[in-house]
């Protein structure tokens, strides 16, 4: 590997009114490597990328390219520098084919055939070398996600892109998924192409890049090279503090069932099956995760139990009653407890200020008023009570919740379901886009939930995240189940009955 510079910023200050984004960042990227930027929620990095791609200007600072001073005013000009960027969500036509959103915006020739014809030679030139393999004709709409991240590389690629940033790229991956994308990166890298990687997770970062920078409240605190440092280290300077990064947890008494769901089928809005006959129980005092690759029926199934969402048949049996038609609060108030998968659209009101989030759907409980009328007071006292026990930063009740980080509003959400000592929690995604730090401190609420008799059913696309809270697992795949395992189940079986392939 190389020593000269592919990418260097220097002294890159970035404010957005009050909020200080990006204080006098440093960042050296060598050329032909590929290099982990880590970092809390809302420590920068995503702004830095933001004023690299050209999406926003530095307010002061130079960013400079094989040792030369450049100006990107915007992403084309980023895109005629030689940096391409794969975008946490995909920015694909669906219903086009996968040549047709390669070549989307940068067509070439006199005629629209010779440029798809040019193009097409060009692809599988691509493909051969980086190991990029698609069909070009497929569309986009009918393939997994894994070969829809490709097309969103061969986009990159085609458009001459030497420098490639990447924003959580394993989100939506099994896996199996994940370790081809590392393959594919890593024949990148000896292409001599660079790759810059945005991820919060640890055990990818020592597994893929060959230098790791960390950011903290927008500051660069530190750059290693990977071979020289430990997850246990990076996660300390994220933080700033010690991190347990373990959850730590004895073993599972279950006692009698709490949740019978038999032969449930749900259908989406369009009329198509996402949970097909699907039936298990959940026991007070044990953690059932189910795992699978996001879009196979996790998300209609948890939102049928929680009574957002209508049944097509089937049938749900809580605490020994049968629940036979959709309705959230009768449920909440036979002890059913729901942390949704999307705090900002189903667990939280953006522009309500944290105290009245704090008691959203329990806003009839006679402790904060009677009748029409809410007490203010009573309720601002139960979320200072609650902001101080979970640690809600910053500890103000009246804040605006959109102002919060996103941990913190994750915070605000588990605080007031577990808070209401439920019989049964049901979570969704409980860490998503949440801090380290964060992660640690749900992940021993909801081993306390468990350890104090409670039956809790957890939906997660971190693999990682289900072996080390479940006591059981159950494989969803095509929005059935595919089979059960122990916690102790190896990934690689576990990634295999995800992708179908295996039960």
Known sequence: MSTQLAIELVGIDKKFGAVHAN??????????SIHGIIG?????????????????????????????????????????????????????????????????????????????????TELKRLEADYGLEVDPDAVIEELPVGLQQRVEILKAMYRGAEILILDEPTGVLTPAEADHLFKILGVLRDQGKTVILITHKLREIMAITDTVSVMRRGEMVATRKTA?????????????????????????????????????????????????????????????????????????LLEAIAGIRKPHSGEILFDG????????????????????????????????????????????DERYGKGPFLNPEAMRKDAEEKIEKYDIRPPNAHLKTANFSGGNQQKIVVAREIERDPKMLIIGQPTRGVDIGAIEFIHRRIIEMRDAGKAILLVSVELDEIRSLSDRIIVMFDGQIVGEKTADAEEQTLGLMMAGIAA
């Open 40 to 120: 809390e929620n809302g420590a920068g990095k995503s702004t830095l990328m933001s004023i690299l791609y050209g999406f926003y200007q530095a307010d002061s600072g130079e960013i400079k390219m094989n040792g030369a001073p450049v100006s990107i005013k915007d992403s084309q000009a980023a895109i005629s520098a030689g940096i391409g960027m794969v975008h946490q969500h995909f920015m694909l036509v669906e219903n086009f084919t996968v040549l047709e959103n390669v070549i989307l915006g940068a067509e070439s020739g006199a005629l629209l055939k010779q440029g798809v014809n040019a193009a097409r």
């Open 228 to 300: 020289e440092t430990s997850v246990e280290e990076l996660a300390e300077l994220m933080v700033g503090r010690r991190v347990l990064l373990r959850v730590e947890k004895g073993e599972a008494s279950p006692a009698q069932t709490l949740m019978s769901v038999r032969n449930l089928t749900v259908k989406d809005s369009r009329g198509v099956d996402m949970v097909k006959n699907v039936s298990f129980d959940v026991r007070a005092g044990e953690i059932v995760g189910i795992a699978g690759v996001a879009g196979n029926g996790q998300s209609e």
């Open 321 to 364: 009653k049968t629940i036979d038609k959709a309705d959230p609060a009768l449920l909440r108030d036979l002890g059913l407890a729901h942390i949704p998968e999307d705090r900002h659209h189903m667990g939280l009101v953006l522009k309500f200020e944290e105290y009245e989030n704090s008691i959203l759907g329990y806003h009839r």
């Open 23 to 32: 204080k006098n960042i440093n960042l050296a990227v060598v050329k032909g």
